[in-house]
């Protein structure tokens, strides 16, 4: 039998299997859940942002026609256990129901304190207002400043963190904001800088940003009499929530059931639970009838996490041919109403791009009267980045070398000692850093008034994690793949493509599904940049499964020893001795006649993998400032990243231009602006300013290919750093066009006339 080389799959541009659903308006998302006999759900927010609940009274709502049930604080059972989690960190598990229903004190307008169910919205709507809440309202504490002010009002003075070391400790015999302190490093400061011939000290500010994704936050549960949850809702981690809602409402997890619908975006931020357990503890109240509880946009903006606001403090050391040789960095994030901000993160890629040996990186996460953080594509670093590319700018002026060059003095290699004292694997730093200078943009000339350049790098760690993927053959030759990364990038397309690779199938032949937690094994959330690897380990290993059992089953139906017997992906065929050869296709065909079908299967752990291959970035952008108005017209953007190996080029791109457009809004024009009584004032699409197509031009993407080792087909993760490098190249920009530098972000028009004019 004559047999031909497949063409690879890797490396396409196939269509993706959810596409026609999601244009055509078939898909079903969160809110399109619907159940017989389905109540309404809505949430009662507090008015303040700092009060004492004096108390709760739901007898006028309850007495409402077409009410079913109201919950508080007090329907949830007690806590049982710590939270242990690598993004909020250790602490006593009734902040996690505070978080839900607030039971002693309100910590941001719009901390939820009640939830009523209903037939109709309408009637929810008017419960909420029969809820009566008396609070005693204390003085706020909105900012950085404000929370480690002397003096300043203590969130958390309820020995909630007592028995949790290294949680609220006291300063000086005193309690204070913050949550927790980490320090990182290596070398001597001190020796560092006078090494130095040259060093920049600047403090730096970002403000809070909102993930901006598309479709509010839902929750469905339905609570059946045998004691069973089933619970379906936007996430992007079923197993995740599961556990969430397990540890809150002390059910176990096999009673429990997640379900993922389809996800209008996240960015990180539906990793977080807000309305599940409120719709199940309703439903429950209710005889088991479903409940469901949705946001509006409003609600969305002013009560869900965004980013860290943070103050930072850079000190970077050079000689005088660039070499940097000393860094030392203070980084300040808001957590929000609870601790937990990324500023570990922050403090981990802050200075991932380069190789300085003597370094000292001290982190702070202080707590105020926002809502609690929730992560937002590479979290923390965009912060921490943007302070030390900024200040890497200002160290190439003053030594008068080529910015990109001065990068090129001390790039990150692989086994070179990272920040957190783990070594770099591979690692794509110098590709990157000479692809921007030999790129036509960073050669080009730019001309006119008040236009100007920036540069500036970007790292992240990427994650591994636990991933599933169970593969079914039918005797058409086709398979269903199942895994439980839920689906925000491509990753259906992304997975079946490896998968079909693995087996050396056709793309069109693989079912690509999305599982819920009854129907597939453990997988860790979809974030981190994790899913394309660690599940493309799963399915990969789940190909070579069928691969095993359908050569042990043709050498059973050949009557030869399975040792004689092999399959060739490069084909799709099984061969075997004196030239015998069959096709995948005439082999499944032939199962369900001789024992059965087949299923692949695999369960990979971390420990299964090889290295997650980090990231790494650089992007050049061009800007006009209109030095009238303060106006920043963004007018040529390139980004250029270490991507390992594109297994679907086209949404490796997409990802990469999303993150651009996110890191110019957070340096541009996007923040959340409270009044001093924490009233979010910009709290709509309307006033809350995200850029849109018509703001930008076009996002050029480069994909540099070092493919990392740790994965069969050369994968790193790419969605998370892509946001990183946009806050600082477009400061630097703008510092290169007017020669005023924006310290604080966003740069927005009012901001840059301020500083233009700081007459005025």
Request: net charge negative; aromatic share 6%.
């Amino acid at each position: 039998m004559t047999t031909e080389t497949q063409p690879s799959i890797v490396g396409t541009r196939p269509v993706r299997p959810d596409g026609a659903d999601k244009v055509m308006g078939r898909a079903v998302y969160g809110a399109d859940v619907r159940l017989p006999g389905m109540l309404v759900g809505r949430v009662k927010r507090s008015p303040h942002a700092h009060a004492i609940i004096k108390s709760i009274d739901v007898s006028k709502a309850l007495a409402l026609p077409g009410v079913h049930a109201v919950v508080t604080h007090a329907d949830f059972p007690p806590p049982t256990e710590k939270i242990v989690d690598s993004f909020r960190g250790p602490g006593p598990a009734d902040w996690e129901i505070e978080r839900l229903l607030a039971r002693r004190k309100v910590l941001y307008r719009g901390h939820p304190v009640a939830a009523v169910c209903a037939t109709d919205i309408h009637i929810a709507e008017d419960a909420l207002n029969l809820i009566e809440v008396e609070y005693e309202v204390l003085p706020p504490v909105m900012s950085l400043a404000d929370a480690l002010a002397p003096g300043a009002p203590i969130l958390h003075d309820d020995g909630f963190a007592d028995d949790i070391p290294g949680l609220f400790e006291l300063v000086d015999g005193k309690p204070t904001n913050i949550a927790t302190r980490i320090e990182l490093g290596a070398g001597d400061i001190e020796a560092g800088f006078r090494e130095a011939d040259v060093i920049i000290e600047r403090e730096y500010e970002t403000g809070t940003y909102h993930q901006g994704y598309i479709e509010p936050h839902n929750g469905t549960a339905m609570w059946s009499r045998d004691g069973r949850l089933t619970v379906w809702t936007s996430t992007q981690g079923a197993f995740g929530m599961r556990e969430g809602i397990s540890r809150v409402l002390g059910i176990d997890v096999g009673m429990l059931r997640v379900v993922p619908a389809e996800i209008g975006g996240g960015f990180g931020a539906k990793n977080v639970m807000y309305l599940e357990p409120l719709a199940a503890l309703l439903s429950k109240k209710c005889g088991g009838r479903p409940v469901q509880v949705r946001m509006n946009y409003g609600e969305v903006l002013e009560a869900t996490g965004p980013t860290s606001a943070t103050r930072s403090w850079v000190k970077i050391g050079a000689k005088r041919d660039g070499t940097l040789v000393a860094a030392d960095i203070r980084l300040e994030y808001e957590a929000g109403a609870y601790h937990g901000s990324p500023v570990a993160g922050g403090a981990r890629c802050a200075l991932g791009p380069y190789v300085i040996p003597n370094q000292r990186i001290v982190g702070l996460d202080v707590v105020s009267n926002k809502p609690k953080v929730a992560a937002y594509r590479a979290p923390g670093a965009s912060a921490a980045e943007f302070a030390v590319e900024s200040a890497m700018d200002e160290l190439a002026r003053e030594l008068d070398i080529d910015p990109m060059e001065l990068r090129m003095k001390s790039p990150a290699r692989q086994g070179d000692r990272r920040s957190d004292g783990a070594t770099h694997g591979s690692v794509g730093t110098v590709d990157v850093i000479q692809a921007v200078i030999s790129h036509p943009h960073y050669r080009s000339e730019i001309t006119g008034p008040n236009r100007g350049r920036g540069v500036a790098m970007g790292f992240w760690q990427n994650g591994g994690g636990e991933s599933s993927a169970y593969a079914n053959l039918h005797p058409d030759g086709r398979v269903t793949l199942l895994t439980g990364s839920v689906d925000i990038g491509g990753q259906r397309a992304s997975l079946a493509m490896q998968f079909a690779q693995s087996l050396g199938i056709p793309y069109e032949d693989v079912n690509s599904l999305v599982g819920d937690t009854e129907t597939i094994g453990f997988t860790n959330n979809t974030g981190g940049s994790r899913t394309t690897f660690a599940t493309g380990w799963a399915v990969h290993q789940a190909a070579l499964d069928i691969r095993r059992q359908l050569v042990q089953r043709v050498a059973k139906m050949w009557e030869v020893a399975p040792e004689t017997v092999d399959y060739d992906p490069a084909t799709g065929m099984v061969l075997g001795p004196d030239d015998r050869a069959m096709t995948f296709k005439e082999a499944a065909a032939r199962l369900s006649h001789t024992g059965g079908m087949i299923q692949g299967h695999a369960d990979i752990m971390s420990t299964s993998m090889g290295s997650v291959g980090a990231s790494m970035a650089a992007h050049i952008v061009d800007v006009e400032v209109d030095p009238e108005t303060g106006k920043v017209q963004i007018l040529r953007y390139t980004a250029i990243q270490d991507v390992g190996k594109a297994i679907h080029p086209s949404y490796v791109e997409g990802q990469i231009q999303g993150g651009v457009v996110q890191g110019i809004g957070q340096a541009l024009s996007e923040e959340y602006v409270y009044d001093a009584a924490g009233n979010l004032r910009n709290g709509s699409l309307l006033d809350y300013r995200m850029p849109t197509a018509l703001d930008l031009p076009m996002i050029d993407v480069v994909l540099v290919e070092v493919p990392n080792p740790g994965h069969p087909y050369g994968v790193r993760g790419v969605g998370e750093v892509p946001i990183v490098p946009p806050l600082a190249a477009v400061a630097n920009a703008i510092a290169d066009a007017i020669g005023v530098r924006m310290q604080k972000l966003p740069a927005s028009p009012r901001a840059i006339l301020e500083q233009l004019h700081p007459e005025l």
